[in-house]
């Protein structure tokens, strides 16, 4: 049995919180993203935060450390937009294996010195998988509904490349996540499957859709009873929702997902619902209190945050957590 299922079973595990907001931060020029190695690349590499873990490793690092000295049992590697269908955005194709690989490295370093300071505190490393910046089940042309940008075996192809990356890279477990569209996420849990049979390994598997709206649904149109459906066919850690909703309005969907399902449970979701001007405002302490409700409620098992959260807020949310016990797995009648 692998660390992690001993750990998730003795307490709620905390996942760490937005790696774009802490980027953010430092404020990388476009020199920053190029670095030495790619100062005369053709194309602007601004925006690339995938390709910090080669430029600027030390602030990776950094980021991570800092998730995990404010309580994160698991920390996401830097690889959101890590496939090469992602990277076609900026010509990067081929180094796909390579920024993979360097970005599971750093965060494993860096939990297994937190993991040696305190071993009975173990830390861990998702392999951050990404939805990519394309969709199989719908058109980008309100023109041609029967067009799709993209194939299932495209995808498959490009998940592969990427999961075979994080694994070498030294990854504990594999983080589908931010998903839309329920069918590139089957795409990658194919390729996680057709990955793991070769090797001959098991890895475990967390997978976290996205509500987009208070529609209630994916943007690919599957209520939460419908997202569950779709995935449930492989043996999962966990399956979660975050992004696109703060923690008061996915709360409703993680009780309907909670309810359901036979796997532990996982939510990041963001400080709140960004203002005008696209910003997060929720505070760590008023997020804390939203979290708790969902811990009151034996909602879950992993808890983090994503877009707007930061170090503060992950603190607030592991001060919480540990006065909670897990949630209970109860087979649905």
């Known amino acids: 049995m692998s660390k992690i299922y001993q750990a998730i079973q003795k307490r709620i595990l905390v996942l760490d919180g937005a790696m774009g907001t802490m980027l953010q931060r430092y404020d990388f020029s476009e020199e920053d993203f190029r670095g030495e190695r790619f100062k005369d690349y053709p194309t602007s590499l601004k925006g690339n935060n995938d390709l910090l873990s080669l430029t600027q490793p030390k602030a990776i690092a950094e980021i991570h450390r800092k998730y995990f000295e404010a309580g994160a049992d698991i920390v996401e590697t830097n690889t959101f937009s890590g496939t090469s269908i992602a990277m076609a955005d900026y010509n990067m194709e081929d180094l796909v294996y390579e920024l993979n690989y360097e970005s599971a490295k750093i965060a494993k370093q860096v939990a297994d010195e937190f993991t040696n300071l305190n071993p009975d505190q173990p830390r861990f490393v998702a392999g951050s998988i990404g939805p990519t910046n394309k969709t199989a089940s719908l058109s980008p042309d309100v023109n041609k509904p029967e067009y799709r940008a993209i194939t299932f075996e495209e995808l498959r192809v490009a998940y592969k490349q990427q999961t075979e990356a994080l694994i070498d890279g030294g990854v504990d477990v594999l983080l589908v996540e931010t998903?839309?569209?329920?069918?590139?996420?089957?795409?990658?849990?194919?390729?996680?499957?057709?990955?793991?049979?070769?090797?001959?390994?098991?890895?475990?598997?967390?997978?976290?859709?996205?509500?987009t709206d208070a529609s209630g649904r994916t943007l690919s149109g599957q209520t939460v009873e419908a997202f569950l459906a779709s995935i449930s066919h492989i043996p999962l850690l966990s399956v979660g929702f975050n992004c696109a909703l703060g923690a008061e309005q996915l709360k409703p969907y993680m009780q309907r997902l909670s309810y359901e399902t036979e796997s532990f449970t996982s939510a990041h979701p963001?400080?709140?619902?960004?203002?005008?001007?696209?910003?997060?405002?929720?505070?760590?302490?008023?997020?804390?209190?939203?979290?708790?409700?969902?811990?009151?409620?034996?909602?879950?098992?992993?808890?983090?945050?994503?877009?707007?959260?930061?170090?503060?807020?992950?603190?607030?949310i592991a001060e919480v957590a540990k006065n909670y016990e897990p949630r209970k797995i109860v087979i649905p009648a």
């Open 270 to 316: 963001n400080a709140g619902l960004p203002n005008a001007f696209g910003e997060y405002e929720q505070t760590p302490k008023e997020m804390q209190l939203l979290i708790e409700d969902y811990l009151k409620e034996g909602l879950i098992n992993i808890i983090g945050g994503c877009c707007g959260t930061n170090p503060e807020h992950i603190k607030a």
């Open 179 to 211: 998903i839309f569209d329920t069918l590139n996420a089957k795409a990658a849990l194919f390729a996680i499957d057709e990955l793991k049979e070769e090797r001959n390994i098991e890895i475990p598997i967390m997978v976290s859709g996205t509500i």
